[in-house]
């Protein structure tokens, strides 16, 4: 059996809800359908937001 932890873009949780990357998953689309074992999803998390967009911006002198 395959273990799957999906990490997704912070950025991008309010207007994708993962729907697509299940329905991938059970259907073996995509990334997927070399696959012939079980997939067991354990986690399903986002990114925590990139660092670098939380950074103070230093102005020109």
């Known amino acids: 059996m395959m273990k799957l ?3 997704r873009c912070m ?3 309010d207007y994708c809800p993962g729907t697509a990357d ?3 998953i059970r259907n073996k689309t995509s990334i997927f359908e070399n696959v012939d ?3 067991e999803i354990i986690g ?4 925590g937001g990139c660092p670098g967009k ?5 102005t020109p002198f």
């Open 5 to 7: 932890g999906i990490i």
């Open 11 to 13: 950025q991008t949780e």
């Open 22 to 24: 299940f329905k991938a």
């Open 37 to 39: 074992e079980d997939i």
């Open 44 to 47: 399903f998390i986002n990114c």
């Open 54 to 58: 939380k950074s103070i911006l230093s």
